[in-house]
C-alpha cells in the first residue's frame, strides 16, 4: 500500500509505502505536458534511486533535496500507516 505524503507547487506528488524489512519505497511523480508523467523512486534508508524518468538535473537535485530533509518523517510514518493515520492520533 502507498501512503500519501506531500504535494508541492507544481504538483508533484510524493508517496511512500509501509516499511518493510527496513526498506521503505518513496515514489514521486509529476505531470508533465510533453511526457505525460515524470517520475522516480527512491528506497529508504539506503538513499537509492531508480527509474528516474524526465527529470532535468536541476529538478532531480531539488528532489533529493526533499525527500532526505523529510526523510526521518517518512520512515516514521511507514511504520504507522502515513501522514493521515498519524496526524489523527
Known sequence: M???FMTLNDDTEIVHSEMKDGIVKVYIETPDEK?????ATCYLPEKK????????????EYLK???YSEAHLILEFSQTGGLLS???I
Open 2 to 4: 502507498m501512503y500519501p
Open 35 to 39: 511526457l505525460g508523467f515524470k517520475s
Open 49 to 60: 534511486w531508480e527509474n528516474i524518468y524526465g527529470y532535468t538535473e536541476d529538478e532531480f
Open 65 to 67: 533535496d526533499v525527500v
Open 86 to 88: 498519524a496526524s489523527s
